[in-house]
Each structure stands twice: as structure tokens, then as C-alpha cells.
């Protein structure tokens, strides 16, 4: 089956200007959650989207928004890009965020502000 | 605040010799732990994990082994392999299944040839 998919994986973007990015999580996974990474803080948690519910949210300004459509396929939006916004950003999906087995991870989108 | 700590940026291992990776946690409500493999340009993948009933779990080459009282866990590979050569992170929640998964900064392990 397919795994998650990210769009687009590299994205170059102008400080002050808004993006978007996009998850399609693997069929059948209702749990979609969002993280940054940057070199020397790891994985941080932006956050978590069920049946287009924010469930979860991390310690991220207001300018980070996300949402989750009925298909489960979910965007992320970061307004008034700022330098120290560069980093990977990641989505993973699981069945239903339940411990279990962890998360299914996309490849990330690359973004650079300049 | 950082919940689950990876002291150890880095860590270069020769080909065939133990990999000893650590995280320490100061949550005590987190019961599940996990181990992610990353390699650059692609997403972290899941490789073994353990719930705080057990004390160790082990898949193939890798174990994991818990310490609750020292909110301590460790992945051991045996033997290192070229391809081990990746970023691990590890991760905890709790059993709360509205919580979510906390993870460390990584460690950056280079098997030497």
C-alpha cells in the first residue's frame, strides 16, 4: 500500500510570505501529526489531527495552523515566514493515534526561508 | 522542557562491534517507548518498541532494554552493520491515547568500516 505522501518535498520561500504543505497520510489512517526538524532540537511536535479535529497541539506560535479534510488528508500553514522557520517538516499518520505501533513517517518537506 | 533526553549528538561504532544508544526520560506517566531510524533526505521509520511492562524486547539484531526506576532505556545493536549508519530518535508517550509522542533530538551513529 502507499505510504505517506508529502507535497512538495522542497519549497524556497521569501521571509514574510505564507506556505502551505500537504500530507496524504496511508489509506485507512485517521491520525495525522505534524513535526519540525531542525538541526540540534530533534523532532518537535507542531500538531496531531483526527477525524478533522486538532487533537494535540505543540509550543509553536500562532503563525502555524493546520487542518484535516474528511479523506483524512491534512495541510499544514505557517504565515509571516520568518528565517528560523528553515527546517524539515515531517507528517506521520497512524490508524488512529493509539500507541501501539508508533507512526508511519512521509520523507518531509524541505522548506528554506530566505 | 526537555522530556526525553539523548545526551549523545554522536556516537561511531567499528563494523561488528556493539552500538549501545541511551535515553533517559523525566516523565513518569510515559509507558511506551519507541526507537526511530533515520536516514537523510527521508522520513524516520519505526524500528522496535517496548511497553513499560517489560524490561527488554528484542528483534533481530536490535534489543531495546528498559529501565524504569533510572527512567532509563538503551538500544543495543549487534553486530553494527554499514547500513546502521543513521540518525536514531527515541520516543515516548503514555498510554493516554489522546497524548503524543515525544521525542529526543537523535543521535547521529557512524559505523566505521
Known amino acids: 500500500k502507499a505510504g505517506v505522501t508529502q507535497t512538495p518535498r522542497y519549497l524556497i520561500k521569501t521571509r514574510g510570505q505564507q506556505v502551505t504543505l500537504s500530507c496524504s497520510p496511508i489509506?485507512?489512517?485517521?491520525?495525522v501529526s505534524w513535526y519540525q526538524q531542525t538541526p540540534g532540537q530533534g523532532l518537535q511536535f507542531l500538531f496531531e489531527?483526527?477525524?478533522?479535529?486538532?487533537?494535540n497541539k505543540g509550543n509553536f506560535p500562532g503563525r502555524f495552523s493546520g487542518r484535516q479534510f474528511s479523506n483524512s488528508r491534512s495541510e499544514m500553514n505557517v504565515s509571516t515566514l520568518e528565517l528560523g522557520d528553515s527546517a524539515l517538516y515531517l507528517c506521520?499518520?497512524?490508524?488512529?493515534?493509539?500507541?501501539?505501533?508508533?507512526?508511519?513517517f512521509g520523507s518531509g518537506t524541505r522548506l528554506t526561508v530566505v | 522542557d526537555q522530556q526525553v533526553k539523548q545526551n549523545s549528538p554522536s556516537l561511531s561504532v567499528q563494523e561488528g562491534r556493539i552500538s549501545i544508544l541511551n535515553c533517559d526520560y523525566t516523565n513518569s506517566m510515559f509507558d511506551y517507548f519507541l526507537w526511530y531510524k533515520k536516514y537523510p533526505a527521508e522520513g524516520p521509520t519505526f524500528l522496535i518498541s517496548?511497553?513499560?511492562?517489560?524490561d527488554k524486547n528484542e528483534d533481530g539484531r536490535f534489543t531495546v532494554f528498559l529501565n524504569k526506576s533510572a527512567k532509563h532505556l538503551s538500544l543495543h545493536i549487534v553486530p553494527s552493520q554499514p547500513g546502521d549508519s543513521a540518525v536514531y530518535f527515541c520516543a515516548a508517550r503514555s498510554m493516554n491515547r489522546d497524548d503524543k509522542i515525544i521525542f529526543g533530538k537523535g543521535t547521529r551513529l557512524h559505523i566505521l568500516p
Open positions: 489531527y483526527f477525524s478533522e479535529t486538532q487533537r
Open positions: 517496548i511497553s513499560s511492562i517489560k
Open positions: 489509506s485507512g489512517h485517521r491520525s
Open positions: 506521520a499518520s497512524s490508524l488512529d493515534g493509539e500507541t501501539g505501533y508508533g507512526y508511519t
